[in-house]
């Protein structure tokens, strides 16, 4: 199955990857923040053509076409074009993200970082990998020396669950807090050891489904922000090196 899903996110990452620098339409979804463009809906086309025609009894939760329910065990989890306002505005930040579940247990996922043609792979019980070599989380146990990732909500002009409030704690604390605009790619980075945590308020499936196996099968702990295990409808997301993980949910419990 994850030979399938890196053929897949292979292929629909060729199309963003042409699509890149060109001239298309944008659509906004309810902000003139949150945005779509015919490049997602491109990939997303590709990805559920090929589930439909090599699956076709499985059921799909994808980002922008929703869920489409068959009576099955599994479940794809896809979004098709992770970071569209960095894709809309010429930064060549972001990934396709591809995860299959099975009895509501992620059992394989796959993030394809696009214009670095790298691609984060894992499966349950089998480690994480980068481009088939395996990867693991770094080993940094203070905020001095540790790089933080994080992300904004689209209506961050309302400070949902405090937001600014919460990465202003941590941009004190730690060596540097970056924000790359793709949270499947930030759950990346943590399981191949460049970050030693990645948190956001206001996730959806497709943004964290793929990562946050690949984050656990590289060593790491993902949790909600009351240190819980995730389920399909968490929204406040924790991925850390595990060496952080009880410091980033205290402060993250205090502001």
């Known amino acids: 199955m994850i030979n399938k899903i890196i053929e897949i996110s292979k292929e629909a990452g060729s199309v963003i990857r042409e699509g890149f620098g060109t001239h298309f339409e944008v659509e906004f979804k309810g902000s003139s923040s949150n945005l779509v463009t015919e490049i997602d809906k491109k990939s997303e086309k590709l990805i559920l053509d090929y589930i439909g025609k090599e699956f076709p009894s499985h059921s799909v939760l994808s980002e922008e076409s929703g869920k489409r329910t068959r009576d099955s065990e599994y479940v794809w989890i896809v979004d098709p074009l992770d970071g569209t306002t960095n894709f809309a505005h010429g930064l060549p930040i972001f990934s396709v993200s591809i995860a299959l579940q099975k009895n509501g247990e992620t059992c394989c996922g796959a993030v394809y970082d696009v214009m670095r043609d790298v691609i984060y792979t894992a499966e349950i019980n089998s480690g994480a990998f980068m481009d088939g ?46 924000r790359l605009g793709s949270a499947a790619l ?15 308020v206001k ?44 410091k980033m949910l205290d402060i993250l419990r205090e502001n």
């Open 186 to 200: 930030d759950f990346c980075y943590v399981a191949s050891g460049v970050f030693s945590g990645f948190w956001e």
């Open 203 to 246: 996730l959806s499936p497709w943004d964290f489904a793929a990562g946050d196996l690949i984050v656990r099968e590289a060593g790491g702990i993902v949790t909600d922000l009351e240190g819980k295990n995730l389920s399909i409808n968490s929204s406040q997301i924790l991925a850390t090196n595990g060496l952080l993980h009880q």
């Open 133 to 178: 070599k395996k990867i693991r989380v770094n080993s940094i146990d203070n905020f001095e020396e540790s790089v933080l990732v994080t992300g904004f909500p689209y209506d961050i002009q309302n400070n949902p669950f405090n937001a600014v409030e919460k990465f202003e704690a941590f941009l004190l604390r730690a060596r540097a807090v970056r």
